[in-house]
């Protein structure tokens, strides 16, 4: 059974830094990927980040392009995502995805991810 447990939001002022983290078990080695969506009050889930699992090849969304990174260990299986530079509308639910034969077009549709961690929550004040 595949779990996905995020942890490392928090709160934070504008121009500040968080890394979430996302453990995962139950992963096999097919060929997936993972990914970080978020989701603020009353706004559909959006995805932030992408990566294919053993692979470089990762997309961000405009919004955050230059100030999130994406990583993964592999041995770990665990999926990061360093946040610099934040801003209030940066706030919202973080959500950790994973999925199974991840098409790139429809890469950040929710409704394609099979596997959902909680969310931990990151606020970003002015």
């Known amino acids: 059974q595949v779990q996905l447990l995020e942890t490392g939001g928090g709160s934070v002022q504008a121009g500040g830094s968080l890394r979430l983290s996302c453990a995962a078990s139950g992963l096999t080695d097919s060929i997936y990927c993972m990914t970080w969506f978020r989701q603020a009050p009353g706004q559909e889930r959006e995805g932030v980040a992408i990566i294919y699992a053993g692979t470089v090849i990762t997309f961000y969304a405009e919004s955050v392009k230059g100030r999130f990174t994406i990583s993964q260990d592999n041995a770990k299986k665990a999926l990061y995502l360093q946040m610099n530079s934040l801003k209030p509308e940066d706030t919202a639910t973080y959500y950790c995805?994973?999925?199974?034969?991840?098409?790139?077009?429809?890469?950040?549709?929710?409704?394609?991810?099979?596997?959902w961690g909680q969310g931990t929550q990151v606020t970003v004040s002015s």
């Open positions: 995805a994973a999925d199974i034969g991840c098409k790139w077009s429809r890469r950040f549709s929710p409704e394609d991810y099979t596997y």
